[in-house]
T-cell receptor, first 115, second 112 residues
Protein backbone atom coordinates (compact mmCIF):
# COMPACT_ATOMS: atom_id res chain seq x y z
CA UNK A 1 0.00 0.00 0.00
CA UNK A 2 0.84 3.72 0.02
CA UNK A 3 2.09 3.94 -3.54
CA UNK A 4 2.98 7.30 -5.05
CA UNK A 5 3.43 7.55 -8.80
CA UNK A 6 5.36 10.38 -10.42
CA UNK A 7 5.30 11.14 -14.13
CA UNK A 8 7.29 11.64 -16.25
CA UNK A 9 10.40 9.97 -14.87
CA UNK A 10 12.69 11.85 -17.25
CA UNK A 11 12.22 14.88 -19.45
CA UNK A 12 14.60 16.78 -21.69
CA UNK A 13 13.47 20.04 -23.23
CA UNK A 14 14.64 23.33 -24.64
CA UNK A 15 15.19 26.44 -22.60
CA UNK A 16 12.02 28.52 -22.29
CA UNK A 17 9.70 25.53 -22.27
CA UNK A 18 7.22 24.94 -19.47
CA UNK A 19 7.24 21.45 -17.99
CA UNK A 20 4.50 19.80 -15.94
CA UNK A 21 5.24 16.99 -13.48
CA UNK A 22 2.44 14.90 -11.99
CA UNK A 23 2.36 13.25 -8.60
CA UNK A 24 -0.41 10.76 -7.86
CA UNK A 25 -1.26 8.79 -4.75
CA UNK A 26 -2.56 5.51 -6.15
CA UNK A 27 -4.13 3.78 -3.18
CA UNK A 28 -4.78 6.48 -0.61
CA UNK A 29 -6.10 10.00 -0.40
CA UNK A 30 -3.33 12.48 0.22
CA UNK A 31 -4.38 15.56 2.13
CA UNK A 32 -0.86 16.92 1.86
CA UNK A 33 1.74 16.63 -0.87
CA UNK A 34 5.31 17.89 -0.83
CA UNK A 35 7.66 18.84 -3.63
CA UNK A 36 11.43 18.51 -3.25
CA UNK A 37 14.40 19.33 -5.45
CA UNK A 38 17.67 17.45 -5.32
CA UNK A 39 20.88 18.59 -6.99
CA UNK A 40 23.64 16.03 -7.67
CA UNK A 41 25.27 14.73 -4.50
CA UNK A 42 23.18 17.06 -2.39
CA UNK A 43 20.27 16.50 -0.08
CA UNK A 44 16.60 16.92 -0.80
CA UNK A 45 15.41 20.47 -0.33
CA UNK A 46 11.74 21.11 0.32
CA UNK A 47 10.30 23.49 -2.24
CA UNK A 48 6.67 23.68 -1.23
CA UNK A 49 3.84 22.03 0.65
CA UNK A 50 0.46 21.69 -0.98
CA UNK A 51 -2.85 20.91 0.64
CA UNK A 52 -5.81 19.77 -1.39
CA UNK A 53 -8.02 22.65 -2.40
CA UNK A 54 -5.79 25.43 -1.11
CA UNK A 55 -2.76 27.39 -2.26
CA UNK A 56 0.67 25.86 -1.84
CA UNK A 57 3.03 27.11 0.82
CA UNK A 58 6.47 27.82 -0.62
CA UNK A 59 9.76 27.65 1.22
CA UNK A 60 11.95 30.70 1.43
CA UNK A 61 13.80 31.38 -1.78
CA UNK A 62 11.45 29.36 -4.00
CA UNK A 63 9.71 31.48 -6.64
CA UNK A 64 6.02 30.69 -6.63
CA UNK A 65 5.52 32.18 -10.09
CA UNK A 66 8.30 29.98 -11.43
CA UNK A 67 7.15 26.75 -9.83
CA UNK A 68 3.37 26.52 -10.07
CA UNK A 69 1.77 23.92 -7.86
CA UNK A 70 -1.79 22.69 -8.17
CA UNK A 71 -3.38 20.19 -5.79
CA UNK A 72 -6.87 19.96 -7.24
CA UNK A 73 -7.79 16.54 -5.87
CA UNK A 74 -6.87 14.22 -3.02
CA UNK A 75 -4.88 12.01 -5.36
CA UNK A 76 -3.14 14.44 -7.71
CA UNK A 77 -0.71 17.32 -7.39
CA UNK A 78 1.15 18.91 -10.28
CA UNK A 79 4.31 20.99 -10.40
CA UNK A 80 4.81 23.18 -13.46
CA UNK A 81 8.23 24.64 -14.06
CA UNK A 82 7.48 27.71 -16.14
CA UNK A 83 9.91 29.03 -18.76
CA UNK A 84 12.54 26.53 -17.64
CA UNK A 85 16.21 27.39 -17.93
CA UNK A 86 19.34 25.22 -17.60
CA UNK A 87 19.72 26.16 -13.93
CA UNK A 88 16.34 24.52 -13.29
CA UNK A 89 17.81 21.18 -14.31
CA UNK A 90 17.52 18.94 -11.29
CA UNK A 91 15.85 15.87 -9.82
CA UNK A 92 12.35 16.69 -8.57
CA UNK A 93 10.68 14.35 -6.08
CA UNK A 94 7.18 14.47 -4.68
CA UNK A 95 5.78 12.87 -1.58
CA UNK A 96 2.29 12.41 -0.23
CA UNK A 97 0.86 11.88 3.20
CA UNK A 98 -2.58 11.03 4.47
CA UNK A 99 -2.43 13.84 7.00
CA UNK A 100 -0.01 16.36 8.45
CA UNK A 101 1.51 14.02 11.03
CA UNK A 102 1.44 10.87 8.93
CA UNK A 103 4.54 9.44 7.19
CA UNK A 104 5.39 10.72 3.74
CA UNK A 105 5.44 8.29 0.83
CA UNK A 106 7.75 9.25 -1.99
CA UNK A 107 7.48 9.04 -5.75
CA UNK A 108 10.35 7.83 -7.92
CA UNK A 109 11.32 11.33 -8.97
CA UNK A 110 11.58 13.20 -12.26
CA UNK A 111 14.92 13.98 -13.87
CA UNK A 112 14.57 17.36 -15.61
CA UNK A 113 17.23 18.41 -18.08
CA UNK A 114 16.95 21.81 -19.75
CA UNK A 115 19.13 22.33 -22.80
CA UNK B 1 17.30 26.47 11.95
CA UNK B 2 17.53 22.68 12.02
CA UNK B 3 20.56 21.24 10.23
CA UNK B 4 21.24 17.57 9.60
CA UNK B 5 24.72 16.19 8.99
CA UNK B 6 25.65 12.70 7.88
CA UNK B 7 29.04 11.08 8.27
CA UNK B 8 30.73 9.57 6.36
CA UNK B 9 29.77 11.03 2.99
CA UNK B 10 30.80 7.79 1.31
CA UNK B 11 31.70 4.32 2.50
CA UNK B 12 33.02 1.26 0.71
CA UNK B 13 33.09 -2.07 2.52
CA UNK B 14 33.52 -5.74 1.62
CA UNK B 15 30.49 -7.98 1.67
CA UNK B 16 29.60 -9.40 5.06
CA UNK B 17 30.93 -6.51 7.09
CA UNK B 18 28.83 -4.83 9.77
CA UNK B 19 28.71 -1.05 9.41
CA UNK B 20 27.43 2.08 11.08
CA UNK B 21 26.16 5.24 9.45
CA UNK B 22 25.94 8.41 11.51
CA UNK B 23 23.46 11.26 11.54
CA UNK B 24 23.51 14.36 13.74
CA UNK B 25 21.03 17.20 14.06
CA UNK B 26 21.38 20.60 15.68
CA UNK B 27 17.97 21.03 17.32
CA UNK B 28 16.90 18.24 19.65
CA UNK B 29 13.23 19.29 19.51
CA UNK B 30 12.13 16.78 16.92
CA UNK B 31 8.92 14.84 16.34
CA UNK B 32 10.61 11.84 14.74
CA UNK B 33 13.63 10.77 12.72
CA UNK B 34 13.64 8.60 9.62
CA UNK B 35 16.21 6.69 7.65
CA UNK B 36 15.64 6.34 3.92
CA UNK B 37 17.34 4.47 1.12
CA UNK B 38 17.72 6.04 -2.32
CA UNK B 39 18.88 4.05 -5.34
CA UNK B 40 20.50 5.99 -8.22
CA UNK B 41 17.95 8.06 -10.11
CA UNK B 42 15.12 6.86 -7.91
CA UNK B 43 12.91 8.16 -5.14
CA UNK B 44 13.13 7.35 -1.47
CA UNK B 45 12.23 4.17 0.36
CA UNK B 46 11.57 4.52 4.07
CA UNK B 47 13.63 2.07 6.12
CA UNK B 48 12.98 2.97 9.74
CA UNK B 49 11.09 5.67 11.60
CA UNK B 50 11.89 6.44 15.22
CA UNK B 51 9.48 8.55 17.23
CA UNK B 52 11.02 11.12 19.57
CA UNK B 53 10.01 9.01 22.58
CA UNK B 54 11.76 5.92 21.25
CA UNK B 55 15.41 4.96 21.42
CA UNK B 56 15.66 2.44 18.61
CA UNK B 57 13.87 0.58 15.86
CA UNK B 58 14.81 -2.66 14.14
CA UNK B 59 13.89 -4.17 10.81
CA UNK B 60 15.70 -7.28 9.66
CA UNK B 61 19.40 -6.52 9.40
CA UNK B 62 18.84 -2.85 10.11
CA UNK B 63 18.86 -1.18 13.50
CA UNK B 64 18.49 2.54 14.05
CA UNK B 65 19.10 4.27 17.35
CA UNK B 66 18.16 7.74 18.50
CA UNK B 67 19.73 9.88 21.22
CA UNK B 68 17.62 13.01 21.06
CA UNK B 69 19.43 14.88 23.83
CA UNK B 70 22.76 14.65 22.03
CA UNK B 71 21.24 15.10 18.59
CA UNK B 72 22.49 11.83 17.16
CA UNK B 73 21.19 8.79 15.36
CA UNK B 74 22.98 5.78 13.97
CA UNK B 75 21.95 3.22 11.38
CA UNK B 76 23.55 -0.17 11.91
CA UNK B 77 23.60 -2.60 8.99
CA UNK B 78 24.54 -6.16 9.85
CA UNK B 79 26.17 -8.60 7.44
CA UNK B 80 26.17 -6.15 4.54
CA UNK B 81 25.33 -7.38 1.02
CA UNK B 82 26.00 -5.92 -2.45
CA UNK B 83 22.27 -5.24 -2.69
CA UNK B 84 22.63 -2.80 0.21
CA UNK B 85 24.62 -0.47 -2.06
CA UNK B 86 22.68 2.81 -2.22
CA UNK B 87 22.55 6.27 -0.70
CA UNK B 88 21.20 6.37 2.84
CA UNK B 89 19.46 9.54 3.94
CA UNK B 90 18.59 10.65 7.43
CA UNK B 91 15.71 13.10 7.93
CA UNK B 92 14.19 14.74 10.98
CA UNK B 93 10.66 15.99 11.37
CA UNK B 94 10.74 19.15 13.49
CA UNK B 95 7.09 18.63 14.31
CA UNK B 96 5.44 21.48 12.45
CA UNK B 97 3.71 20.75 9.20
CA UNK B 98 5.56 17.47 8.63
CA UNK B 99 8.42 19.33 6.92
CA UNK B 100 11.31 16.92 6.80
CA UNK B 101 14.88 18.21 6.99
CA UNK B 102 17.29 15.90 5.21
CA UNK B 103 20.98 15.23 5.54
CA UNK B 104 23.14 15.02 2.42
CA UNK B 105 23.33 11.24 2.68
CA UNK B 106 25.96 8.53 2.88
CA UNK B 107 26.80 6.73 -0.35
CA UNK B 108 27.35 3.08 0.52
CA UNK B 109 29.07 0.57 -1.71
CA UNK B 110 29.26 -3.05 -0.66
CA UNK B 111 31.79 -4.98 -2.71
CA UNK B 112 31.29 -8.66 -3.50
Amino acid sequence: GAVVSQHPSWVICKSGTSVKIECRSLDFQATTMFWYRQFPKQSLMLMATSNEGSKATYEQGVEKDKFLINHASLTLSTLTVTSAHPEDSSFYICSASLDTNQPQHFGDGTRLSIL
Amino acid sequence: KQEVTQIPAALSVPEGENLVLNCSFTDSAIYNLQWFRQDPGKGLTSLLLIQSSQREQTSGRLNASLDKSSGRSTLYIAASQPGDSATYLCAVDPGYGNKLVFGAGTILRVKS
